[in-house]
């Protein structure tokens, strides 16, 4: 089956910091998202992406859909508390038949932001 | 806006007991799917339904079982619970198709403990 191999698994940085994080596929995927899930929630959308080069921002966060489609990354400029959770990306194949929609998800980034 | 609702949202099992996880949506979404987390897995899928009256297996199906009750209803049975099956489980809706800016919706998430 498809593999998402997310990295770091955490980071521990300070109020004010970028952060960068990043997936990779074995396979091709159509579209990559990126979803924050805060304790004891479920995952929210944060960005989505569907072209090969795609860069697309939502406010401090800016993510693109690698060209090769097996890879994917998140950045967060200026990091504050409220930034803490897990952060997973998702991809999703457009291979037809009862593949469609489904998505394959990433392990995770743990982020911790201290003040 | 209730969007993706799941129950129970706790509950403690004892091994060999049966249980049913409840889901519904009300986005008129067409896709359902049920996923569970584990510490450094991500999410991983058990089941989906693509449609109300079907239902197809995902990564990890061993050890439950599905109902599409109707279009707004997904709920997943544990027939006898298995300390292996505690974990966090997430409904989540999607309206699919062929346009592919479609997003993944998830509920809040339901913390199951087999002891």
């Known amino acids: 089956g498809q593999q998402l191999n997310q990295s770091p698994q955490s980071m521990f940085i300070q109020e004010g910091e970028d952060v960068s994080m990043n997936c990779t596929s074995s396979?091709?995927?159509?579209?990559w998202l990126w979803y924050k899930q805060d304790p004891g929630e479920g995952p929210v959308l944060l960005i989505a992406?569907?072209?090969?080069?795609e860069l697309t921002s939502n406010g401090r966060l800016t993510a693109q859909f690698g060209i090769t489609r097996k890879d994917s990354f998140l950045n967060i400029s200026a990091s504050i508390p409220s930034d803490v959770g897990i952060y997973f990306c998702a991809g999703r194949s457009n291979a037809g038949g009862t593949s469609y929609g489904k998505l394959t998800f990433g392990q995770g980034t743990i982020l911790t932001v201290h003040p | 806006n209730a969007g993706v609702t799941q129950t129970p949202k706790f509950q403690v099992l004892k091994t060999g007991q049966s249980m049913t996880l409840q889901c519904a949506q009300d986005m008129n979404h067409n896709s359902m799917y049920w996923y569970r987390q584990d510490p450094g897995m991500g999410l991983r899928l058990i089941y989906y339904?693509?449609?109300?009256?079907?239902?197809d297996k995902g990564e990890v199906p061993n050890g439950y079982n599905v109902s599409r009750l109707n279009k707004r209803e997904f709920s997943l049975r544990l027939e006898s619970a298995a300390p292996s099956q505690t974990s966090v489980y997430f409904c989540?809706?999607?309206?699919?198709?062929?346009?592919?800016?479609?997003?993944?919706?998830f509920g809040e998430g339901s913390w199951l403990t087999v002891v």
């Open positions: 992406l569907y072209k090969a080069g």
């Open positions: 396979s091709i995927f159509n579209t």
């Open positions: 339904s693509a449609s109300e009256g079907t239902t």
């Open positions: 989540a809706s999607m309206l699919t198709g062929h346009t592919p800016g479609n997003t993944i919706y």
